[in-house]
């Protein structure tokens, strides 16, 4: 049974979703937040002390994408191709990470996550812009195939909805990206992340 450390209301959703995806037992050990998202208790088993952190057996592991690539693994294709579309989802996860994530989060908190009176306009202006910019790549990607690695979902769409998954629910623009927006759609309502937003919407 995977155990999943934290709330849905948090990143855990993704793992929540992930273990869905791959129809795997999981129960969730809720840690919420106190006011300011600091942590209502510690973490015992992330030494970074932040949720999610997932117990599979004697197995350990922190950071969201990853717990959701060990996942994916763990239920094979086609959740988790192999040969070079396995490489290709390492390459879409470090980039969900590295290129989306950050100014994902930096339109977030100052669109809606924030009290309103801590939002900062200029600071969501600057995430939207640089975000754009990768939507603008993601947009000609998914001209060419459905999903990011062809005809199927994989843990690489997952991973990358996942983490756009606040911005398409809470005004994000994606007038001037139509075929994101539609990928996203797709992903967003798939039976299995349905369940995960049910938990965590609901
Ligand atoms: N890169 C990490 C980020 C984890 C993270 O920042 N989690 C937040 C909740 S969504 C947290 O634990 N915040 C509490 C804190 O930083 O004290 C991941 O994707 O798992």
Not at 26 to 49: A, H, M, T
Not at 108 to 113: D, G, K, R, T
Not at 138 to 163: H, I, K, Q, W, Y
């Amino acid at each position: 049974m995977l155990k999943i450390h934290g709330i849905p209301r948090s990143r855990a959703f993704r793992c929540i979703w992930a273990a869905e995806e791959a129809g795997l037992p999981y129960e969730v050990i809720p840690i919420g937040f106190q006011p300011g998202f600091k942590l209502e208790r510690s973490v015992d088993i992330n030494p970074n002390n932040k949720i999610p952190a997932l117990e599979d057996g004697d197995l350990m592991l922190f950071e969201s994408l990853a717990i959701n690539l060990h996942i994916a693994k763990k239920a094979g294709a086609p959740l988790m191709p192999a040969g070079h579309d396995e490489s290709r989802a390492l390459q879409w996860t470090l980039w969900t990470a590295t290129e989306a994530e950050p100014h994902v989060m930096r339109w977030s908190y100052n669109a809606y996550l924030k009290p309103e009176a801590e939002r900062v306009a200029s600071e969501a202006a600057a995430g939207k812009e640089a975000l754009d910019a990768r939507l603008a790549v993601l947009e000609r990607e998914l001209a060419a195939r459905p999903f990011l690695l062809g005809g199927a979902f994989t843990v690489a769409d997952l991973n990358l909805a996942s983490v756009l998954y606040g911005s398409w629910l809470n005004g994000y623009d994606y007038a001037s990206f139509p075929k994101v927006k539609a990928w996203l759609d797709a992903c967003l309502t798939r039976p299995a992340a349905l369940k995960a937003r049910k938990q965590r919407e609901g």
